[in-house]
C-alpha cells in the first residue's frame, strides 16, 4: 500500500515535533490522536516493560498483545501474568493457525534451525498481520542503539511492511537508560534478564551472551539472521519501516 502524501506529511510533521520528545510525552500524543485506533505488540521485553508501565498511567486501555509462538519462555508467558497483577492490564495472545506440534508435524520437525525466516513468517509475522487488521497505527519499544536496521528508525514512521504508522516512543533511549527506569519504578521484568539474556525472543533462538558481547548477539546466535522481520525497514516511496 502506497502512503498518501497528506498522511505522509503529517507523519513527517509528527516525526519532527516529537523527534526529541520524552516517552510519555510521545505515548500521550499516540493515545490522543489514535485513540481505540491504536495497538502495541510486546514480546515483555524490558522495553516493553516500560512502555506498559507508562500505558498504565496514560490509558491502560490501549489494546496490547503477545505473539504467542509456542516457543516462548516459561518465565516471559510469567511475566504477562505479573503485569496483569501489576497493572490490570492483559495482554492478549495472538496465536499460529497452528500449534507447535501440527506445525513441526506438519514440516517434518521443527524449522527454527533449518528455515528459521520462514518460521518467524509463519508464527510471527503472519499472526501480526491479522492482529493490527482495523487499527491505524501501533506502538513498538525498538531502540535506535539495537541494531543498523533500527538505528534508521523515526520516533513516527510509516510502516510499509504492516501498513501503519508505527509510533517508537523509546527510540532515544538506551540500555541504560531502560534500567534506570524499570529500578527507579519497580517494573516487572523477565528473570532471565538477570541470567545473561539481556534480549530474549523464542528459546530455541535465543541464548545468554557475555560480559561484554552485543545485546543481541543471542538471538539466532550463530546465524546471520539479526530479526524476525518485524522491525526491518522497507523502503517504499522515499521510505517507511
Ligand atoms: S524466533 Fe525462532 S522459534 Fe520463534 S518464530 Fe522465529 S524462528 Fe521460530
Known amino acids: ?15 519532527e ?8 510525552t510521545i505515548l500521550r500524543w499516540a493515545v490522543r490522536t489514535y485513540r481505540e485506533k491504536l495497538t502495541m505488540a510486546t514480546a515483555f521485553g524490558a522495553e516493553g516493560c516500560c512502555i506498559l508501565h507508562l500505558l498504565a498511567e496514560i490509558d491502560p486501555n490501549v489494546r496490547t498483545f503477545n505473539l504467542d509462538t509456542g516457543y516462548q519462555f ?14 490490570g492490564i492483559e495482554v492478549e495472545y495472538i496465536r499460529p493457525e497452528s500449534t507447535v506440534a501440527e506445525y513441526e508435524a506438519e514440516h517434518g520437525g521443527p524449522l527454527y534451525n533449518i528455515r528459521p525466516d520462514q518460521c518467524c513468517h509463519d508464527r510471527k509475522i503472519l499472526p501480526l498481520r491479522q492482529a493490527v487488521v482495523g487499527y491505524d497505527a501501533w506502538i513498538s519499544a525498538i531502540r535506535r542503539d539495537q541494531t543498523n536496521h533500527r538505528a534508521v528508525a523515526g520516533v513516527v514512521q510509516w510502516d510499509a511492511k504492516f501498513n ?4 517508537n516512543p523509546l527510540l532515544n533511549w538506551t540500555r ?10 519497580d ?3 523477565n528473570p532471565l534478564h538477570d541470567r545473561g539474556y539481556p534480549s ?6 535465543t541464548a545468554s551472551v557475555g560480559e561484554g558481547e552485543d545485546e543481541r548477539a543471542g538471538r539466532w546466535a550463530g546465524s546471520g539472521k539479526k530479526e524476525c522481520g518485524l522491525h526491518v525497514v522497507e523502503v517504499e516511496d522515499g521510505g517507511g519501516i
Not at 500500500?1 to 516525526?15: D, F, R
Open 1 to 15: 500500500m502506497i502512503v498518501l502524501q497528506s498522511q505522509a506529511e503529517e507523519i513527517a510533521e509528527a516525526n
Open 17 to 24: 515535533l516529537l523527534a526529541d520528545a520524552p516517552a510519555e
Open 74 to 87: 516459561a518465565e516471559t508467558l510469567e511475566l504477562r501474568e505479573r503485569i496483569r497483577e501489576r497493572y
Open 164 to 167: 501503519l504508522v508505527k509510533i
Open 176 to 185: 541504560k537508560d531502560v534500567w534506570s527506569f524499570i529500578l527507579k519504578n
Open 187 to 189: 517494573i516487572p521484568y
Open 200 to 205: 530474549i525472543g523464542c528459546w530455541p533462538c
